[in-house]
């Protein structure tokens, strides 16, 4: 698999990488999070977005069935803060 890729018009994957139980995600998102209302804001919208996609896949399925944790790393062009975001399989009822 070769990085970035273009996930839709700002978001790109940039890596991915295990450690223990967990997968973890890379993402730069190209919007300044001050356009995306702040962290806080941008991390409540980030994960209700990711719960719902999650949650509702059958390929991250197999993943959370296999008591792996899927955390997404969120990082923004005009920032050194990052969010992370992590769902646990009980979150998604597994």
Do not use: N, W
């Not at 990711?50 to 969120?74: A, G, H, M, N, W």
Request: aromatic share 8%; charged share 30%.
């Amino acid at each position: 698999m070769k990085f970035p890729i273009t996930l839709d018009d700002t978001t790109q994957l940039v890596g991915v990488e295990g450690s223990g139980d967990r997968l973890i995600y890379q993402t730069a998102i190209h919007v300044r999070l001050a356009e995306l209302g702040g962290k806080e804001r941008a991390q409540r919208e980030l994960e209700a977005h990711l719960l719902k996609t999650v949650c509702e896949s059958k390929d991250y399925e197999t993943i959370l069935r296999r008591r792996y944790i899927i955390e997404v790393q969120y990082s923004f062009q005009d920032s050194a803060e990052a969010v992370l975001i992590s769902i646990p399989p009980r979150t998604c009822g597994y």
